[in-house]
T-cell receptor, first 112, second 112 residues
Framework: DTGVSQDPRHKITKRGQNVTFRCDPI?????LYWYRQTLGQGPEFLTY????????KSRLLSDRFSAERPKGSFSTLEIQRTEQGDSAMYLC??????????FGDGTRLSIL | AQSVSQHNHHVILSEAASLELGCNYS??????LFWYVQYPGQHLQLLLK??????LVKGIKGFEAEFIKSKFSFNLRKPSVQWSDTAEYFC??????????FGTGTSLTVIP
């Protein structure tokens, strides 16, 4: 399967800890997106990259959140000093320049 | 600002019934519209998309949607649902930064 891959599938951590998620997009896609989804809601846009450049960030992305895509391939999303409200499903998607977005299975973050 | 409204939060139908899920968007520019489906335990999958041209768009699994510009709507339809259509359905519009704005989703339950 050459779809979007996310790791880990589930992360449980204590409040205040740092967490990092990884996304491997479809290899020929140059755009990569991060979304957050909470129960009963649609995915909310966080940020997106075109190649290695981070082109847009949502106001939802507080200073505790940082995303990188250093070589224009995989991306990481780090959350520092996690809070209860960070509990959510974090989704990654990728697309070609004008194509539809293909989503990964997501990383479910649970804050104890 | 762009936004998407899905007014049906939960729909329950019997097999073979017809389906119509409402989607209204708010966006001032050229719209690209999508319907995604999320089957239980699976990632978001593209059902269909509208970029331009024929406002009646046909997607996978017998789904179609009609773009009505005057009503800012992009409703999803299927003439005869099956039990396997039980899923969460999300309407989305692409914003200026190429990020998706999703609706809150409609949960469809099809009773055999």
């Amino acid at each position: 399967d050459t779809g979007v891959s996310q790791d880990p599938r589930h992360k449980i951590t204590k409040r205040g800890q740092n967490v990092t998620f990884r996304c491997d997009p479809i290899s020929e896609h140059n755009r990569l997106y991060w979304y957050r989804q909470t129960l009963g809601q649609g995915p909310e846009f966080l940020t997106y990259f075109q190649n290695e450049a981070q082109l847009e960030k949502s106001r939802l992305l507080s200073d505790r959140f940082s995303a990188e895509r250093p070589k224009g391939s995989f991306s990481t999303l780090e959350i520092q000093r996690t809070e209860q409200g960070d509990s959510a499903m974090y989704l990654c998607a990728s697309s070609s320049l004008n194509g539809p977005q293909h989503f990964g299975d997501g990383t479910r973050l649970s804050i104890l | 600002a762009q936004s998407v409204s899905q007014h049906n939060h939960h729909v329950i139908l019997s097999e073979a019934a017809s389906l119509e899920l409402g989607c209204n968007y708010s966006y001032g520019g050229t719209v690209n519209l999508f319907w995604y489906v999320q089957y239980p335990g699976q990632h978001l999958q593209l059902l269909l998309k509208y970029f331009s041209g024929d406002p009646l768009v046909k997607g996978i699994k017998g789904f179609e949607a009609e773009f009505i510009k005057s009503k800012f709507s992009f409703n999803l339809r299927k003439p005869s649902v099956q039990w396997s259509d039980t899923a969460e359905y999300f309407c989305a519009v692409i914003g200026t930064g190429n990020q998706f704005y999703f609706g809150t989703g409609t949960s469809l339950t099809v009773i055999p």
